[in-house]
């Protein structure tokens, strides 16, 4: 079987996605859609695909799939319109930072009996896999402790800082959603703490730049993570955890891996640079999963409820930094009758 | 000069300082106190001192300096009565359990224009000193985020633990050192966490075993500390800062440092297993430092203030894990008027 | 432009050049042939070429460049034809077993003015070329001892063993190669000691598994090879440069970077277990050099004299180990005018 | 049992087995001599032993145990004198730099039924001694190839060098006898080139400051051996054993571990500078064995014949190097009845 794609958003997550699809013996890329023509019309060409309008490839034969990496205000209303039209559906993350929308959204898409699963591309970096693996295998007994160090190379532009809902639904949700899939049980409370060490006009737009989250399951067990909008050695991304029979930790990824000594000292070359070089692979592995995902006709994994969660402990640590105070999840989203981050274990 | 010591306490960490003393060229162990007269006999008689009374420590023309490694609940007496006879004082840390009996203890060391210095033996580690040194160099700019992972081979025997004023002024308490140490600028507010995860009989006696701290300065820089009271690979003792030109971190240490490859993958053995081996070369600067400071009548650090706010922040920790919220260091020690952290650059 | 590809042979290594050539924009593959019609027919369809014959992609108005990876026997005949039938020419190593063919071959490339490009792929390896980019640089000061360590995962068939034209030619080869990339300057004696340890019948059939070779230039730079046919750990390559002023390495390469600890002590993955994956990006890099050769009508590097060379310095260690003395590599090649290695820099 | 020392010797290396003396629970310095009185004065004044004749150390009845520490000129003679006076002898390397001599003081060592020791210090290297632990525990399988890379942080003044003997007596001598530690049979062939690539006056002198060697075991193992008298970051002192079922290596070490990160990349401080700071840990170590030798009456390891072993070694690498051909030791030696290097097994 083929899977037959329509691309909605030809930016600059966009083009990872048409590459993945497109590499992916199992997958075609038929149409490309974008409010910018001339985006949709290279990016096509460029595949060989068609330039279609939204309309088209909703109402399409030949389209099983979309995946939408329109802007973000966009995405839970093209979610609803294509799980109507029986298409699966990818999403880029966030589904929406309104964690009301998010459950409406999220309503329609159980009710149409929907697939739907949400882009947190980090699942599928082989490093953190085996990290996954290496607990599930029982490799480091009972997991206690989860240490997260995320930090950007550089912050992006204030004008995007202003659309994107914070550093905590924007950048920290990836750690977030990390933290639970590596706990193995969901996250009670919220911890944390912000500030503007890294650029004051960050600050100005009303965000912070560097956060520290602690995280509490019922049980006890902890999660960290550390983010800031700026390192100037690079991509770092380091994940461990600690259990109760030894410890496993991804280490951080660099393009070449060479080692020059001198009277200075041993010197390595910085990490990736770039967020779509360090996860090139686990763009790749993550549309390979969605593909499977539509051909067995299981539930997606991360799944939109993956994606709510992920965005209420957003919420929730911002509530923890303007009051002070360790915040409840259930304080944003009320009680959750399905949290699905378990079931790809 | 020489400088004459007087040690009082021959257990497990007076050893530790016996074989610092008497390894320094500089100085010259000359008695040896304990309550139990054969753990005197044996210590004073591996290095060829004499065993006395503390009374005789005190009064003695031949003793420049004491080292106290006594219980926990005499320090503050002993540094009291050694001030006033005149002796140069280094007690192991804590000065007490309680912060207003350290306020007290204080003062009168104060009054009596006594040195005393407070044992966090950590400062003089050469790997972590190496890490202050690159900051004070600039080498990564101004200081933004410290972490620090703690973790300890092994948890001590439950009748240790009673005693031990619990897990963040037990084992913590070197970590907020390290943190103050580190971040430049005195901490404000303290956050935590707290859970029992590895023995049950740990929070039978009402302490945690598995425990994790943010703080912030009042100019938002962050530190995060996460300890475990076991770690199956060894004594992991980590640290590193982020900073605004670069990051600096100390490796973990290992007694040896060889690597096996096989089809199994590339192995290397296990940490340190025991704080006196991983800190054996700390335990002699540390000595070594406090030689210096005796010989040139400057003030001592980590002073008794350091121990002081140390303390004060360990029970902030508690108070937030109590209470579910930031915690600000003023709310346990009020106004304090000499920081003295900051001396030492 | 566009690079039209014939790929001759659709075994192994015909399949990774297929790949490289068709995830390259600037090249396609239009056609393929093999001896065994299946083959042929399985790859052509993979990428959407077609199968031809040897004879129709020779006289074929459009392909501009072929790629062989045919049996090493028919390499020299073939370079031969498709020089003279005007196409660019990518050649599996070795251009053949024997020293005087690859002469007499080089001679009609040469005479036909042809582009011919010898596959020596570690040259493109990005972690190699960083090694070399930093002597280019002047990182390590002059070039004074290269050492390099390349052992196999496995040993191939003894089938494959017989055919091979023995360790050197087959395996040390490579390193060759990669001695004179590095140390810039031409081998002029070969040392060489080989024994059989790791499979008995390797030996039977008259070749060696482990060897060990030191090399000099005229100015006394040093290299040395150790290799083995198998490494229970995985792909082992890795090289070394020391020189005046500093040393350069290329560390191991291995698919996943996650490290276990726990008791006994901390471990990461095996390194690669196969060629294709530990030298996926070197195949591509190289093909989009030959690329470049070809649009840029600029002479091939790894040229023909590169592989000549190589082949000569194989010969030359073999001759050393039957003789127990140094060979000077001019026994047996005589005189060359040309040795093309530098014209990369 | 408290062994009683005189110590030959109160250069520089004769205050590093002076500290290891003192430094050892089970052994006392009694007495110190040294041409120079000030010398000795001073050594034995700092750790509380008496200044003597070594003719007064032959004869006392308070001396077990003699260090030589004299120049080498002078060893054999003193081995042979304190041999008959029934002292207990440990010699630095090289028993002497003639092999004829070295055999004909062995013979009196025998005759006497002396117990001899010399100090290849490598040996009792923590890490190195690691090595060979996973070796005896068959960790890696059968030995099969033995890769040391070797490197001073800088040349000794010529003058030294003129007296040395030779690179090879003086410098690689350590890496036969480490060779001939982890093979685990004897060497049958050496073969070797060298050359002056770091400074024209050691050339000038008549010796070689880069040199590579290789050598041959009976049974077909493999040892290579890289020197250099110049490495601008540090003491680089590297082993590996690569062996059917694995492979083991000891990293280098450096007195600080952190690593510093920023846009250049990630840095660690160089290696240590001296080999007295590299291997503190190993003289102690070799000092405790020979105490321990001397208490229980067995036989020292490494012993007079490693020390003549080695030596030879020497001597057929610069035979190798003059004739351009493999040397058999057996040129050498002659035959040798006992090789003592696998009694520590």
Not at 183 to 199: C, H, K, M, N
Not at 234 to 258: F, T
Not at 286 to 299: A, G, H, L, Q, R
Request: proline share 4%; aromatic share 6%; hydrophobic share 40%.
């Amino acid at each position: 079987m083929t899977v037959r794609f329509g691309l909605l958003g030809a930016g600059r997550i966009g083009k990872v996605h048409a590459k993945a699809v497109t590499s992916n013996p199992k997958a075609r890329l038929v149409a490309v859609a974008d409010a910018f023509a001339q985006a949709a019309d290279d990016l096509a060409g460029q595949y060989g695909a068609e330039v279609r309008s939204i309309e088209a490839i909703e109402t399409a034969a030949d389209i099983d799939a979309v995946v939408i990496c329109t802007p973000t205000d966009t995405h839970a209303d093209l979610i609803e319109r294509f799980v109507r039209a029986g298409k699966a559906v990818f999403c880029e993350k966030p589904i929406d930072l309104d964690v009301e929308r998010v459950k409406s959204c999220l309503k329609i898409v159980d009710a149409e009996g929907g697939t739907l699963m949400v882009g947190f591309n980090r699942r599928f970096d082989p490093h953190f896999q085996a990290v996954r693996q290496a607990i599930d295998e029982g490799q480091i007994g009972d997991v206690e402790m989860v240490t997260i160090v995320s930090r950007d190379p550089g912050a992006p532009p204030v004008d995007y800082i202003k659309r994107s809902g914070g550093i905590f639904r924007d950048m920290t949700i990836h750690d977030f959603d990390m933290a639970r899939f590596l706990l193995g049980e969901e996250i009670e409370t919220v911890s944390a703490q912000a500030s503007v060490l890294v650029d004051k006009a960050i600050g100005d737009a009303g965000d912070y730049d560097s956060v520290s989250v602690m995280l509490a399951t019922a049980s006890g067990k902890h999660a960290t993570i550390s983010n800031s909008r700026r390192a100037t050695y690079g991509y770092d991304q380091r994940i461990e955890v600690h259990g109760s029979k030894g410890a496993v930790a991804a280490e951080n990824q660099r393009p070449v891996s060479i080692e020059i000594a001198n009277g200075s000292g041993y010197t390595r070359p910085p990490l990736h640079d770039f967020f779509m070089t360090r996860y090139t692979e686990a763009y790749a592995r993550e549309i390979s999963s969605f593909i499977d995902f539509v051909e067995s006709k299981s539930p997606a994994s991360p799944s939109g409820v993956d994606g709510l969660v992920a965005l209420a402990l957003a919420d929730a640590a911002l509530k923890s930094v303007k009051e002070g105070r360790a915040v409840k999840v259930s304080e944003i989203t009320g009680p959750l009758a399905d949290r699905s981050v378990f079931q790809g274990r």
